[in-house]
């Protein structure tokens, strides 16, 4: 059982995905990030010893420290930001832990590197409806939490992706994009090794949903309806984004929590409601 500044590797995979997850700070040495160059999803790197400079923008945010064992390091580090008044805790077992549980690790060669502003930089075309919602969602939960996304015209993708140094997605002739019949959604969760049986079961309802293909699953059809609700209330492309959000978490929930749990009315003794 951890302690009372420790965390679990099932405590904290249960968080992972979540709107209120904790931020991640990995302060594994490089020597060992190299033998293994993955990380925890949604956890991004800083020095072990340059711990005080994450004080600005750690404020009021609960936060775990992972380093390679749990031990020395991720310790030291919380203890630090705790002086500050931070809500800190460590990894329980560290990345070991984690690994040795099973749990999902992000390959780094597969994410794009941060700009000068510390978050990694997408760019798609504008008036998003399914796919372009939901694969800066699974960025934002799982991969980059600071991630930003740049909406334009479709002829312009490719040209702004070079010009501002930005990666493209859901465009033809990129990495990130269908593939026969699975769509970009898919390609991210196989591409960032985002395997959970959650996830998978998402990515079905939203290939279903983007590709016209509502027998896959019959959550797909709601996905479509609230979708294209969404790109009828919002005209600007962030402030749909931000809505869409709480949509696939929701969508999230279901298929981790909820896939068993019926409702009818009038109610009955002992249904679920």
Known sequence: ??????????????????????????????????????????????????????????????????????????????AILRTYGMQAETLEGGRVAWKAAGEMLVPVGKTPKPDTSGSSLWVTRHRPKIDRIACPWLIRRFVDPKARFLFVEPSQVLLVADRFNATPFDVEDVFWSHRGDQCSFDTMIEGFNLTS??????????????????????????????????SRMYRDDLAQLEAGMGLYDAFYRWCRDAQDEGHDWPATSGANK
């Open 1 to 78: 059982m951890p302690s009372p500044k420790q965390i679990s590797v099932s405590q904290l995979s249960r968080l992972i995905g979540l709107p209120n997850a904790p931020t991640i700070v990995d302060v594994c040495t490089d020597d060992d990030f190299s033998v293994d160059s993955t990380f925890i999803p949604g956890s991004f790197r800083h020095p072990f010893d340059d711990i005080p400079a994450l004080v600005p923008q750690l404020l009021d945010k609960k936060v775990v420290i992972v380093c390679h064992k749990g031990l020395k390091l991720s310790q030291g580090a919380a």
């Open 197 to 230: 049986e959650a996830l998978k079961r998402l990515a079905l309802i939203v290939r279903g949903a983007d590709t016209n293909r509502h027998d896959l699953a019959p959550e797909s059809a709601g996905l479509v309806a609230a979708s294209l609700g969404l």
